[in-house]
């Protein structure tokens, strides 16, 4: 799926799915399938933010050996019950 968005290729029709044949106790079933939010999802390209902290909170932070980019990922995550 990903090929055809970042080639720019049209995404075939889905099959019709009474024209499918079925053998023994096999079935057929529609998906649905979010390419946006999968996209979304899946885009763990580097976004450069600025943000400001107390002098004394970076100084800590620089003393403990703290990735801030880790630490501010994991924070997030925690807020928004990403896991």
Request: proline content about 2%; charged content about 20%.
């Amino acid at each position: 799926m990903l090929f055809f968005l970042t080639e720019k290729r049209e995404i075939p029709t889905a099959s019709d799915i009474h024209a499918l044949v079925m053998e023994g106790a096999a079935f057929a079933t529609y998906i649905s399938c979010d390419t946006t939010a999968y996209r979304r999802l899946m885009n763990n390209a580097a976004v450069k933010k600025t943000l400001s902290i107390p002098a004394w909170l970076n100084e800590s932070a620089i003393a403990a050996g703290l990735n801030f980019s880790q630490v501010l990922q994991e924070a997030l995550k925690q807020r928004l019950d990403i896991v």
